[in-house]
């Protein structure tokens, strides 16, 4: 059950990038997020209310830090996939998996190993047949997708910082409240607000914020308590891989043989950072019982 909930997230989450790219031809990248954000907030404030009362000055300032990090992400990412396509922007933001045990280095001193190394080398090689162009430039909408999955990681490890002995849903409600007042003050003065908008536009925007946001994380919380980090790193990874599926049947993207092998090193490059091939050992380790 909980690797069926991890399942679900990364299903969840593939699914969005394909939704995210129409209903982002409407609402303008803040002004979606804004929504976004603030529906999910009052989402999961409803359901957890119990717990609101645990809320502390500590909490609203770790919190804030949290959530600024968090709305420069969607913010980038958003941004990025309106100039670049759906499965794109799915692989190119799943870099801060490789990303994070470095930055992680500079807050913790927690040195880099080997896998992270390697992973850094393939992810590389991934991104650059995913983007360069022949003329070895790379587009603005891959080039704010990597600044989106740069930010991601920073995200990441201020939540592993700040977030130590906090309740993950208390943090996760109040880092969406900030990000969701953080992008209606950049959308309200920097963008326009839609006028016209279609059952199929709201039924997006609905998707996006209720299922790929609060159900989504809901689920992520579950799963990841009750499975092995590996396990759970190598479900949530295939959110690219559906990313991109979605987008091949849903938005009609062409998948070439360079775009197949960057995104197959991309996803390598996650699994061995992800997991340090813990899974393979594992199994010579059976293997040599038997």
Same mark, same amino acid.
């Given at each position: ?22 209903? #982002? ?7 979606? =997020?804004?929504?976004? &954000? *603030? ?12 717990? =609101? ?12 830090? +949290?959530?600024?990090? =968090? ?61 360069? *162009? ?5 587009? +603005? ?5 990597? =600044?989106?999955? &740069? ?17 993950? +849903? ?32 709201? *039924? ?8 790929? *946001? ?29 990313? #991109?599926? &979605? ?44």
């Amino acid at each position: 059950m909980p690797k069926m909930a991890l399942f679900f997230a990364a299903f969840i989450w593939g699914s969005s990038f394909f939704i995210m790219k129409d209903t #982002v031809d409407v609402f303008p990248p803040h002004i979606l =997020l804004g929504f976004r &954000f *603030t529906i999910a907030c009052i989402l999961l404030s409803v359901v957890f209310y119990r717990r =609101l009362k645990n809320i502390n000055f500590e909490y609203l300032w770790k919190g804030g830090v +949290i959530g600024l990090f =968090l709305f420069l992400g969607y913010s980038t990412q958003t941004i990025g996939i309106t100039n670049t396509t759906p499965g794109k922007n799915a692989f190119l933001t799943a870099i801060y998996c490789v990303i994070v045990p470095f930055l992680f280095w500079i807050v913790d001193k927690s040195k880099p190993d080997i896998y992270n190394y390697s992973a850094a080398v393939i992810c590389l090689t991934g991104i650059g047949l995913v983007s360069l *162009t022949g003329s070895f430039t790379i587009g +603005i909408g891959d080039a704010f997708t990597l =600044l989106g999955g &740069f930010i991601y990681a920073t995200h990441l490890v201020a939540v592993a910082k700040l977030g130590r002995g906090k309740d993950p +849903i208390i943090l996760t409600i109040i880092q969406f409240g900030y990000a969701g007042v953080f992008s209606w003050i950049i959308g309200l003065t920097t963008e326009y607000f839609p006028t016209e908008v279609s059952i199929k536009n709201v *039924t997006g925007l609905l998707y996006l914020a209720i299922f790929a *946001t609060a159900v989504a994380l809901l689920f992520q919380n579950i799963g990841q308590k009750y499975t092995h980090p590996s396990a759970a790193a190598i479900i949530l990874s295939l959110e690219s891989v559906f990313g #991109v599926m &979605f987008s091949i049947i849903f938005y009609g993207e062409q998948l070439t043989l360079r775009l197949a092998w960057g995104f197959l090193f991309i996803f390598i490059a996650v699994i061995i950072s992800e997991t340090k091939l813990s899974f393979l050992k594992k199994d010579k380790k059976g293997l040599s019982q038997n």
